[in-house]
């Protein structure tokens, strides 16, 4: 099992940035990916970014250039670093992390982006 507790979201302005932070119950080597996805109002959930095994990072085209993610093994947390957030990023982010038998979720916490 993995636990995973987010944090960083919040209120920002266009042209802001935001780093939300995912802290996971064991490392994160162990898992087979561990990242991002949000949800929009009305809207599918959808991957924002992850790292894979091999610490390969995947990125959804829509944040390409904005976001970066990124890991620190010693804390067992992983990074999504927004910059640049438009309107349009407005969701709630979810971590959530992949094994070999489930995937694993974060309660989610909430961005807003004003225009």
């Known amino acids: 099992q993995v636990q995973l507790v987010e944090s960083g979201g919040g209120l920002v302005q266009a042209g802001g940035s935001l780093r939300l932070s995912c802290v996971a119950s064991?490392?994160?080597?162990?898992?087979?990916?561990i990242g991002w996805y949000r949800q929009a109002p009305g809207k599918q959930r959808e991957l924002v970014a992850d790292?894979?095994?091999?610490?390969?990072?995947n990125y959804a085209d829509s944040v390409k250039g904005r976001f970066t993610i990124s890991r620190d093994n010693a804390k067992n947390t992983v990074y999504l670093q927004m910059n640049s957030l438009k309107p349009e990023d407005t969701a709630v982010y979810f971590c959530?992390?992949?094994?070999?038998?489930?995937?694993?979720w974060g309660q989610g916490t909430q961005v807003t982006v004003s225009s």
């Open positions: 790292i894979r095994r091999g610490s390969k990072t």
């Open positions: 064991r490392s994160t080597f162990t898992v087979g990916a």
């Open positions: 959530y992390a992949r094994t070999l038998v489930n995937d694993y």
